[in-house]
């Protein structure tokens, strides 16, 4: 079975600095995707970014970029310039198998 | 587009009880996905469906059913419910094939006193 590790509970950064959130994973597939959802307080699921296997390219959205070592299975979220409204909890998922995995989270403050 | 709907949004239920929570769609997925998210965790996958009439177990389906008699809606059904079963419950929808984002509901959540 596929596991994500999220290893910080929580992080707190200064606005407009750079904070990286750090995930891992296990698998023995090749072929899959990772995202990072962002759950602000009002609970909604909201994508983040996605990142495809088989491309070595980082993905990037904005401010928002990951760091992707496949050999590692190594999958960081990199946030520019962090906004007030970033303030969240961030999941790292794996998908699979044709199912999502879930890491269990890390809380991002922001710090005015 | 509505996108994928939840109801209701909050629910408080007594040991014992049945409920049904609902969950539709309205961007013609053929995948939909019921979680759960307990509080300080991330989500966990209760069941699945890959299109009208095919369900499947995820994580943790243990006291939960549910049906997919079309493509719009997939019910999520909990039977005797326990103190186990307080969670905030999700419900996401995907267009499968190589589009893989899943769109998710606002939630549920879900008490059992």
């Known amino acids: 079975a596929q596991t994500v590790t999220q290893s910080q509970p929580e992080m707190s950064v200064q606005e407009a600095e750079t904070v990286t959130l750090s995930c891992t994973y296990d698998?023995?597939?090749?072929?899959?995707?990772l995202f990072w959802y962002k759950q602000p307080p009002s609970r909604q699921m909201i994508l983040v970014i996605r990142?495809?296997?088989?491309?070595?390219q980082n993905a990037t959205e904005n401010r928002f970029s990951v760091n992707f070592q496949k050999a590692a299975k190594s999958f960081s979220l990199k946030i520019s310039d962090s906004q007030l409204g970033d303030a969240a909890m961030y999941f790292c998922?794996?998908?699979?198998?044709?199912?999502?995995?879930f890491g269990t989270g890390t809380r991002l403050t922001i710090i005015p | 587009n509505a996108g994928v709907t939840q109801t209701p949004k909050f629910r408080i239920l007594k040991i014992g009880q049945s409920m049904t929570l609902q969950c539709t769609q309205d961007?013609?997925?053929?995948?939909m996905y019921w979680y759960r998210q307990d509080p300080g965790m991330g989500l966990k996958l209760i069941y699945y469906?890959?299109?009208?009439?095919?369900?499947d177990k995820g994580e943790v389906p243990n006291g939960y059913n549910v049906s997919r008699s079309t493509t719009e809606d997939f019910p999520l059904r909990l039977e005797l419910a326990a103190p186990s079963q307080t969670s905030v419950y999700f419900c996401?929808?995907?267009?499968?094939?190589?589009?893989?984002?899943?769109?998710f509901g606002p939630g549920t959540r879900l008490t059992v006193t």
């Open positions: 469906s890959v299109g009208a009439g095919i369900t």
């Open positions: 990142q495809e296997a088989y491309k070595q």
């Open positions: 996401a929808s995907s267009r499968g094939g190589t589009s893989y984002e899943q769109y």
């Open positions: 998922a794996y998908f699979g198998n044709e199912k999502l995995t």
């Open positions: 961007m013609n997925h053929n995948y």
């Open positions: 698998t023995s597939e090749s072929d899959y995707y």
